[in-house]
């Protein structure tokens, strides 16, 4: 069974610092990965995602992944953080159902702090 | 667009008591799914549909049952509710395509608790 680890349960960051969050997957094949961020009291919002090719990913807020095979590791970074960035962040595991439609397994999640 | 949507935001059961989460989304997604997230856990699948009449189990779907009607609606039924349901649940749907990009959109959420 695929499962996702995100070492960080919590980082702080200066506004204006770069970021890097963890993310570890085990999965067997060829994984779909993806990148969500939840605001408080809010629903998940996509910030990228791979699926094969380049294994630097672009997404949204400034945001790119880079995925390494050899590593099992799918990291997200963003060269300056912004103070609206403050949120929660998890990274997933999408195992294909049929199509490109795919379970995710979600990892436990890191809480971003943005300081001032 | 609404997107995906859910109701109830909040609600508040006792033990024993039955409720229907609802989920619509006007998308034409053929996949929709059911997550609940609880602290220090993140998200796990309950149940999910890849259409109309089709559903499956996810990671932990005691308690919960399911029914797909129609393309629009997925609800989520606690039939008999325990205070270990209480969590936040989330609805999510996207695309069934043969390539390309099959992004997940998930609704506000609904919050529950069981007393």
């Known amino acids: 069974a695929q499962s996702v680890t995100q070492p960080d349960i919590h980082i702080t960051v200066s506004e204006g610092a770069s970021l890097e969050l963890r993310c570890n997957y085990s999965y067997g094949a060829t994984p779909y990965l993806f990148w969500y961020v939840q605001s408080p009291g809010q629903g998940l919002q996509l910030l990228l995602k791979?699926?094969?090719?380049?294994?630097l990913v672009q997404g949204i807020k400034g945001f790119e992944a880079e995925f390494k095979r050899s590593q099992s590791s799918f990291n997200l970074r963003k060269p300056s953080v912004h103070w609206s960035d403050a949120a929660e962040y998890f990274c997933a595991v999408g195992l294909p159902i049929t199509g490109t439609a795919s379970k995710l397994t979600f990892g436990t999640g890191t809480r971003l702090q943005v300081t001032l | 667009n609404a997107g995906v949507t859910q109701t109830p935001k909040f609600q508040v059961l006792k033990t024993g008591q039955s409720m229907t989460l609802q989920c619509a989304q006007d998308m034409n997604h053929e996949y929709m799914s059911w997550y609940r997230q609880d602290p220090g856990m993140g998200l796990r699948l309950i149940h999910y549909s890849v259409g109309a009449g089709i559903t499956d189990q996810g990671e932990v779907p005691n308690g919960y049952n399911v029914s797909r009607s129609t393309t629009e609606d997925f609800p989520l039924r606690l039939l008999s509710a325990a205070p270990s349901q209480t969590s936040v649940y989330f609805c999510?749907?996207?695309?069934?395509?043969?390539?390309?990009?099959?992004?997940?959109?998930f609704g506000p959420g609904t919050r529950l608790t069981v007393l």
């Open positions: 999510a749907s996207s695309y069934l395509r043969t390539s390309g990009s099959n992004t997940q959109y």
């Open positions: 791979y699926f094969s090719g380049d294994t």
